[in-house]
Structures are given as C-alpha cells and as structure tokens.
C-alpha cells in the first residue's frame, strides 16, 4: 500500500512529466512553425528569382527580334547601302587579245549572274556577248558593272601591248609541239566547228584568212581571235605572186593586215603567200613568210580520213610531228572532220597544239620579215615524210 506522502509524490511527479511533454510539444509545434515559414519564404524568394531571370531572357528575346524587323527593313529598303557589289579585283592588267570573264560578287560573297558590263573605251576593252571583257588596244579603261536594281561597282583595266600577243606562257616547252594551220577561210561553220574542236583539247592554231572572206564571215575572224587563236594574213584575193606585180603584191597584202586590225584591233604579224608562191614584196620584209613541212592534200583529197591518215603515216613511219607546220584548208568541207580525229590522235600522243607563233617562240626563234619558215624542230634535222 502507497502511503498518502507517496501518492502525493507520486501525482507530483507526473504533474511535472505530463508539464515536461506538454512543453517540449509547445517547443516542437514552435520549431515547425519556424521552419515552414523559412521554406515559404525560401520558395518566394526562389519564384522571383526565377521570374526575374525568366523575363529578362525574354526580353532579351523582344528585342533581338526587334532589331532584326528593323534590319530586314533597312536591306529591302536600301539594298546599295546594305548590299553592294564589286569586281573581284578592282584593278586589272590584260595583255592585247586577252579575254578575261570578270567575277561579281555581293557583299555576303554571293556571285551575281545577271548583269551588264560597259566599257568607258571599246578601243581598249570590248565587252562581248558573254559578258567577257576582251582587250583589244593598249591603254587604260574603266569598266562598271550595273545590276537591274541599280547597284553598280567598277574596275579599272590596263591593257599591255601587243608585242607578246596571244602567246600562251603556261606550255611545257619540254613536252612535243606541233601548229595546225588552216587556210583560205574563215569558212561559215566549217572554220567554228574546227575553232570547236581545238578547243576541247585546249587546242591553238593558226587560221591565214584571205581578204574577201574575211568581209564574208567578220565575225569569225573576231570569234579566232577572242579564243586566242592567231589571225594571219593569206592576202586579199587569193591570187599567185607569178601573176601579180610589186605593186599587186603589196595591195594584196597591206589591204588585209588593215582589214583585220579594223576587226580585232591589231594587224595580223604573218603571212602565207598563195599557192606557196614568194613574190618579190612578199620576200622584201614586211612579214614573215610561214611556209610548211606537212601538206595534208585536204584541199586534193576533200577526205576526211585520207586527210588523218597523212598525220598517222608520220608516226607509222617512225618520225614524229614535233616543231612541224601542218597545213590544213577550213574551206574544205571534209576538214572539221578530219581535224576531229588529228585533234583527238594528237593529244593521244602527248602533243600541245599550239599556234605558229607560239612555235617559233618556244623554240627561240625570232621571226624575220621576208624569211620563209617551214618548220621550228628542235634539232633542226632534215627530216624525209614522203
Ligand atoms: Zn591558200
């Protein structure tokens, strides 16, 4: 049995435990309190941070945007200021004959294809129909360039003498060389259907054009010439020095060398005298005379494959065509063909086709007027075809 001291104690004591745990629940219920509310305020200080970054990014965004708009308005509305266009080069050297096809661009390096060329001097550049400039005397020249929207650049030209015309400097001097030569034309297609296929094999040759021909076909003689081909000179009427005086002679060629330079701007610098024949002003120092070592007999055969096969029998025969003068006549109708199947043969074999001139300067001849050339071989050697 408690006695009542101990009962008293007793209540006591759980008085005080029942106060213990209702105060540590107060305490407890407190901490709670507090730290809900931390967390509440931790997480509206996160939600403003995070709107705050949030709306700065999208105003960013509004005024990105903005920006743009303006400056889409700007190039339509003034596409000269935004956009110009210029030549690739701003200043340019050609050499007379030289045809150069010049580069547009904008200003985001995109290449214009619709535009037109004019020239301040046609004397000095002409622009053709390809829109390639084509340099025809010496000088300086402005070029400017319009596009339909009204943009315009410009380029300025310098165009070198015609001392070193149409010799291509890049040809391997090492590597064999032969110079087709073709005759009594220019010929309606015969002669650009020829210019065509040299032109496939990066063919040259040289074409003697006789003077009433030449006001047949002009444009012909300017389409040689603008593919850097070699205009020369076979005299205006086709007729034999044995027929002619000094004076004929003269006429017959100084008539020509004007005519050309009336068409291309400068006077052709060889001469082919008719049926091979030298007249007394032929040989008296005006031109050199460019003769042949391979006559191809188009003009006896009219034979396409007789005409290629006069080339084939030189290799069949153990020679070869280097340094050799091949005539051909572009006034025969079966020549293209034949040039067809030389053109392709030739490059078969190795050989740079190039122009009389380019022959003569490869192997360092310097062609005097009146002298009669044959041939450029390297070695000089008597040489037995037939
Ligand atoms: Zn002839």
Not at 14 to 30: D, T, V
Not at 61 to 84: F, G, H, R
Not at 321 to 327: F, P, R, S, T, Y
Request: with cysteine; net charge negative; glycine share 6%.
């Amino acid at each position: 049995m408690y006695s009542i001291d101990e009962r008293r104690r007793n209540e006591e004591y759980r008085r005080r435990r029942r106060e213990r745990i209702r105060k540590k629940k107060q305490r407890e219920a407190r901490r709670r309190r507090i730290t809900l509310v931390l967390m509440t305020i931790i997480a509206i200080l996160s939600i403003i941070l995070i709107v705050k970054i949030f709306s700065s990014c999208s105003a960013d965004k509004i005024v990105s945007t903005a920006e743009k708009i303006a400056n889409a308005t700007q190039s339509t509305e003034i596409p000269t200021l935004a956009n110009p266009i210029k030549f690739t080069e701003s200043q340019l050297q050609l050499n007379v004959g030289n045809a150069h096809r010049p580069l547009i661009l904008d200003s985001y390096r995109t290449e214009l294809t619709e535009f037109s060329l004019k020239s301040e001097n046609e004397k000095i550049v002409r622009v053709n129909e390809n829109n390639e400039l084509i340099a025809m005397g010496e000088g300086d020249v402005k070029i400017i360039c319009t596009v339909s929207d009204g943009r315009q650049a410009e380029c300025q030209i310098h165009v070198n003498p015609m001392s070193t015309t149409g010799i291509r400097k890049d040809l391997d001097r090492n590597k064999p060389m032969v110079a087709l030569t073709f005759d009594d034309g220019p010929n309606g297609s015969n002669t650009t259907s020829i210019l065509e296929t040299l032109n496939r094999y990066n063919g040259k040759a040289t074409f003697f054009m006789a003077g009433y021909k030449i006001e047949e076909y002009p444009d012909i003689v300017r389409q040689v010439f603008e593919q850097g081909h070699e205009v020369a000179n076979h005299s205006r009427d086709h007729l034999y020095a044995s027929d002619l005086t000094f004076e004929q002679q003269k006429e017959q060629m100084e008539s020509v060398n004007q005519q050309v330079k009336n068409i291309i701007g400068q006077e052709p610098t060889l001469f082919r005298c008719p049926g091979g024949i030298e007249g007394e002003y032929y040989t008296s120092g005006r031109m050199p005379l460019i003769s042949w070592s391979i006559d191809t007999l188009d003009w006896e055969t009219k034979n396409s494959n007789s005409t290629y096969k006069r080339i084939t029998s030189v290799f069949e025969k153990g020679f070869n065509l280097d340094g050799d003068i091949v005539l051909m006549h572009d006034l025969q109708d079966s020549t293209p063909d034949a040039v067809k199947k030389i053109c392709e043969y030739l490059n078969e074999k190795g050989y740079q086709m190039v122009t009389v001139s380019e022959l003569a300067y490869y192997r360092d001849v310097q062609m005097e007027g009146g002298e009669v050339y044959r041939y450029f071989y390297k070695d000089n050697p008597s040489r037995d075809y037939e």
